[in-house]
């Protein structure tokens, strides 16, 4: 029973607003070009489906190669730092000054960079390095996660730093690791379509891409449409890495 | 023959002296116990018999190498991510060990202290005197002629924390090594110790010295007889001396 209500509330709370939406539209008479009735979108999520479909995985498809990306040069620069306290001195100010600049800010370099021709190489780019810091910062808090007292034993026992690596920091720091790749999953769909609305060219045809030209041809439910799904696809990945953090945790403590 | 001694070794931290001039000599075979308040430096003092830690001044000998001293502190301190066979088979391996025959020494390790069928349990699905007889067998799988308890029972109910020190009595029954046991509690040093040695507050030195005279190992009865009360009080009185 409490069950049902949990899952029932909030579907109740958004079919009650969907329908306030749609009588106000109906009764005010809004210009369907500045808010569309829900109706209007949801006809319009199912003519543009394929359209919506295919630009949603482009998208995806980019925020993903961008995770791949980030995790592979996150790991590797957090076990170079790791190993040194020098190095992560040097490191740490340059990471922290990448976070904190806004994406938006070089994109237009990026793009630059990546070749006109190659829009989707700077989307890419520039969801990775968005979603480079929380890997980097995860794995490097759990390489140093170890508990001390193992990592005493680990000196009494007359461990080799390979071994010390290997055997302690690296299974230590497993639960960090994937928390960083959860929220970076999610980072870099933000990132990926922040890019493509600043690379601004029909290259890499994602769903941002959708959103400006459904804008500039006034066709307002099919922005509306583009939102919902881009929000679905966000809230879909989130619950997936999430499933996959805790299947994952589980093998790894054995809870 | 005496297995590791601490010779008016002083240890300097940032924040103050934690530890000494202190002595200790330690014979083959002997268990001591460490009697003191937080913070009085006995931890201090089993790094520094560990080798995990120089001391300021002074000098630590130590005939126990390297393979043959083992720690177990007050938290089980197990690998998560590890059976308790794996846990237990670790510093066999660190030391070379090829994997099958430190499973096998570790299988025998845990079937010693009363785990034999836990060995494919992770620490989280163990109890906390589960995790600490894991943490036992751990140390005692290398057969180190020099074993330190760093408070080992601290975090675990009276009734568990007994039925460990009988265990870890029989233990050295078996193999002998020299223990040195770091605890706070009078009754627990005094039933396990054949010497117990009082420390004073920060910076820590020996206040006192009580030897034990009952035959080794223990048996629970010996907590109900006149030599216990008589040796818990004297420890007590010196305890309440260094405190003063």
Known sequence: ?255 | MTIAALEAVEVDYPRGRALGPFDLSLEAGEIVALVGPSGCGKSTALRLLAGLEAPTRGTVRRAAGRGETSVVFQAATLAPWLSAAANVALPLELAGLPRARARAQALEALGRVGLAGAENARPAQLSGGMAMRVSLARALVTRPRLLLLDEPFAALDEITRRALADDVLVLWTELKPAIVFVTHNVEEAVYMAERVVVMTPGPGRAAGETAIDAAMPRLPRFRTTAPFRHAAEAVSNQLAAAMA
């Open chain 1, 1 to 255: 029973m409490r069950r049902a209500v949990a899952i029932l509330a909030p579907l109740v709370l958004v079919a009650l607003l969907l329908g306030g939406w749609e009588l106000a539209c109906r009764a005010l008479a809004v210009p369907a070009y500045f808010l569309p009735a829900p109706s209007a979108i949801g006809a319009s999520l199912v003519a543009d489906a394929p359209l919506l479909l295919s630009s949603a995985w482009n998208t995806l498809a980019m925020a993903l190669m961008a995770l791949l990306l980030a995790s592979a040069f996150a790991c590797t620069l957090a076990l170079l730092t790791a190993t040194s306290r020098t190095v992560e001195r040097a490191v740490h100010p340059l990471a922290v000054v990448l976070q904190v600049t806004p994406v938006v800010a070089i994109a237009p370099l990026v793009v630059i960079w990546a070749g006109l021709a190659h829009p989707e190489r700077a989307v890419v780019s520039l969801a990775a390095v968005v979603a480079f810091f929380p890997i980097f910062s995860g794995a490097l808090t759990g390489l140093k996660a170890a508990d001390p007292d193992l990592e005493r034993l680990f000196d009494l026992y007359g461990a080799s730093r390979w071994q010390k690596l290997s055997r302690l920091r690296l299974p230590s720091a497993v639960p960090y690791l994937l928390e960083g790749h959860k929220v970076a999953a999610g980072l870099a769909i933000i990132g990926a379509v922040v890019a493509e609305f600043v690379a601004g060219s029909g290259g890499a045809q994602g769903l941002a891409w959708r959103i400006l030209e459904a804008g500039n041809r006034l066709q307002t439910a099919r922005m509306f449409a583009a939102l919902a799904v881009l929000g679905l696809m966000g809230a879909a990945l989130h619950a997936l890495f999430q499933m996959a953090e805790r299947w994952a945790l589980m093998r790894w403590g054995g809870r």
